[in-house]
């Protein structure tokens, strides 16, 4: 059986792939660690088009019965280091964003009681004011 058109399309897929993430990083929409992350996939995925052999390989290595089977576990261990990274980031950037919003919090206080102050100055300087033009 003639396997080539399959991995022709898979290696331009992973191809395609690459070409996405590059270009998502060049344009910063995702970071160059995230970039990293998703090239990693993209590399084995070309790698395992060019040598559909490799998956045969590497199950006899892990002594499985069916191939496709490494292919999967390899897929998500990939997947799940990808969203572990995504998790981290995401707590990280919620307690900034609890640090933030308490700092917003402190400083329209402080401003509020800022513009409290400035009026009780203006209030006491006006009748002052009145009172040196009216000798």
Same mark, same amino acid.
């Given at each position: ?11 331009i897929l992973g191809f395609l792939l690459l070409v996405f993430v590059i270009r998502a990083a060049i344009q910063k ?8 992350l998703w090239l990693i996939p993209c590399i084995i995925i070309i790698i395992g088009g060019c040598f559909p052999q ?6 006899? @290595? ?9 292919? @999967? ?13 995504? @998790? ?13 919003? !308490?700092?917003?919090?402190?400083? *329209?206080?402080?401003? *509020? ?9 203006? !209030? ?6 009145? =009172?040196?033009? =009216?000798?």
């Amino acid at each position: 059986m003639n396997y080539l058109p399959v991995q022709i399309t898979i290696i331009i897929l992973g191809f395609l792939l690459l070409v996405f993430v590059i270009r998502a990083a060049i344009q910063k929409k995702i970071t160059e660690h995230h970039a990293i992350l998703w090239l990693i996939p993209c590399i084995i995925i070309i790698i395992g088009g060019c040598f559909p052999q490799l998956t045969y390989t590497l199950s006899a @290595f892990f002594n499985t019965e069916y191939p496709p089977a490494i292919i @999967f576990a390899v897929a998500i261990i990939l997947l799940y280091i990808i969203l572990f990274q995504c @998790f981290k980031l995401l707590s990280v950037l919620l307690m900034k964003n609890k640090e933030l919003a !308490s700092n917003t919090a402190i400083l *329209e206080k402080q401003v *509020e009681e800022l513009k409290k102050e400035l009026q009780q100055i203006k !209030s006491v300087q006006k009748p002052e004011q009145e =009172n040196r033009q =009216n000798p």
